[in-house]
């Protein structure tokens, strides 16, 4: 990898500061005064009221909080004692201002009841606050100062409050000085130029850092801008930042505020290849056959679509963040849904806010007017998530790159929380329909029903909230046709939330009627959420297939969360109507390395595991059997215990359970395990349950056990699978 350093240039008015700062870090300038160290074993003189500061300066981190840091010895002022929700303040004794500056270290939570103040002739004359304000961030203090030479040769006291309660609801101060000597603190508006001669910038993350506003500005044109955690020292991993679309432009990165010794923008390097990357796929908590990104976060797929031989799937994609935030469409192809190429963010934020969901469909007739050369356009509908909240689009003939269409939005605002526009061609009607997800006022969620003939145009032409106010939907609706059992004179339209739960229906192009709302979908362990089927998989396929976000945390790893593995849908008829089931596609086949079948007609309690012999790190476990006299039959996966509960009928994964009826008197599982998790199909795929779970490397054991009494099996087989990113 070759690391270009091109010129770098720090721009601020605090230059000199930045200098001298290093000095006083050490808090080493001789004429410094100083007002308080909490190093004692009281706050004495310091008075202290309520119950958030204890008796004492603390020695660091309290009890239940996050690791404490940047305070200077042993003390410091931490009104986390007893927790968030403790109050209470501390006074100093009065004191003379005899210095330019007084400055000292700050951290907690960021509110105007949380502070240190400075009084003077009894009135609040500076304040100064943490800077945390949301889930997650950082226990870090950092120095901060006032320029008090106003005040010069003033009586004054300080004054430190925690009036707050609940998330943050705490302040940390700690080495308080009066110094002549203008203190490092936060430099604003710090830039760095480069000559983009390579495809990616490197940018440093580390993850729980404060967020910086980072803005890309090309020829002095703003970009995009991203909220980033920073890292001023050595990174928990770097971010790619693909700068390909401006080579040999100038680029100037900005970062909003920064301390002035950090080396978040001097550690930046460039190279075309992903930095890191010797371990790229390979790392320990890497689902192998399930989609993650490179690097940063993913939640919700987006714009999945059959197109030009490849699937497409987009995805909510941070790349500059281990957690949700900065939304992109990030982009994968594949051949087969099985083996992914990442290709880089196709829809990046712009003035109308950060790219949320949505969907893709191929335009084959070109009512848009966006195909070229007799190609038809591939479009992509998408929520900017600004204020107002809109509906974009954006079209590619390539399937490679992406413009964002001039007349956006195509949807104005209808209320807050309006987004997630699925969209497909209806054909009876000969128009595009569109479901998109709206809050109403009060809270009522509801799918709203559009058509376009052009996808530039849309008018509304319905609302479901479900049958009798039972609002289910959730977020990225998706709707689509199914026929029952396979017969193609009985469809039905599903209406699906994102939590999976659905509706049965009719639909005109207009309006759907709903037969059967609210019914219950994955099993799993909140663990699947925000699905969307496959727009475009031609006719002579007709299959209808979904894929999911997994919330598989992967901590420690330079990327987050991934998606399921590709379902087919199917709707089956059941004594309650038709219902909706999931199996994995077959293109999961071409994973198989090595298969082992078990040819067991009967399994006892004392019958010794069948699958003592297999030992497998990615496993596909498929059996049929008649649970006989057996109370339970227990498959054990890497750990997972999935064990089948045969008077209830219930499915338990790992103490999780489901109902899980036989279907002709048998049990069919098919049983997924990866790195991240399990996927477990019972019931013919009436029941699915994905459930987030970390297998302990070693342990590569299989084992299948019948409790209480005799189970018949039809069939039981091993397939150990190999990884979709390594040829091994
Ligand atoms: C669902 C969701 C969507 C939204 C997206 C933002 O997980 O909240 O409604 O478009 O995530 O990332």
Redesign the pocket.
Known sequence: MINQLIHMKIITSQRLALAIGCLFATGLHANDLLIADFEGDTYAPWQVTGDAFGTAPAKGTLSGQMHVEGFKGKGLVNSFFKGDDSTGSLASPEFRIERKFIAFLIGGGKSDKLALQLLVDGKVVRSATGPNEKQGGSESLAWESWDVAEFSGKMATLRIIDDAKGGWGHINVDHIVQTDVKPKGFAKDVERQFTATTRYLHIPIKNDAPKRVVTLLVDGQRVVRNDIELADAAPDWWAPMDVSAWKGKTLTLRVDKLHADSAALSSIEQSDALKDAGNLYREPLRGQFHFSPMRGWN??PNGCVFYNGEYHLFF?HNPYGWG?GN?HWGHAVSRDMVHWEELGDKLAPDDMGPM??GSAVVDWNNTSGFGKDGKPPLVLIY?A?GNPTVQGIAYSTDGRTFTKYGGNPVLKQITGGN??PKVMWHEPTKKWVMVL?VTLPGGKHTVHFFTSPNLREWTQTSITDGIAGTAYLH??PDFFELSVDGDATKKKWVLLG?DTAYGIGTFDGARFAPEQSNIRGHRGRDAF??PQSFSDIPASDGRRILIG?WRTETKGMPFNQSMSVPLELKLTQTVDGPRMTYTPVRELDSLRAKSHKFDIATLKPEDKNPLAGVQAELVELRAEFEPGDASEVLFTVRGAAIVFDAKKQELSVNGHRAPAPLRDGKQRLIILCDRTGVEVFASDGLTFMPMAFQPKAGDLALKVEAKGGTAKFQSLQVHELKSAWIAR
């Open positions: 939640n919700d909510q949700w939304m949320f969901s929520t998530a987004r997630d997800y977020e990225c994102a959420y925000a976000w």
